[in-house]
């Protein structure tokens, strides 16, 4: 049987897994909308806006999970 600490030890892990999960899927979105930007670069303005919006809503998603 495990002890208190040690459950409280193991939830502490997977909270920071959990952590660097996020960390590494924020950095694949960030890669992805770089390199559809550099692809093919927004035309204007409001292109880019839309786009920027975009991933920022992915970024939120990725964040509250």
Same mark, same amino acid.
């Given at each position: 049987m495990k002890s208190m600490s040690q459950i409280e030890y193991h939830i502490d892990e997977l909270l920071r897994e959990k952590e660097m999960l996020k960390k590494v899927e924020i950095e694949?979105?960030?890669d992805e909308f770089t390199r559809l930007l550099t692809e093919q670069?927004? $035309?204007d303005?409001? %292109?880019?806006?839309?786009i920027l919006?975009?991933?920022?809503?992915d970024? $939120?998603?990725i964040? %509250?999970?």
């Open positions: 694949v979105k960030v670069p927004a $035309k303005e409001e %292109e880019l806006k839309r919006m975009m991933l920022a809503r970024l $939120k998603n964040v %509250e999970q």
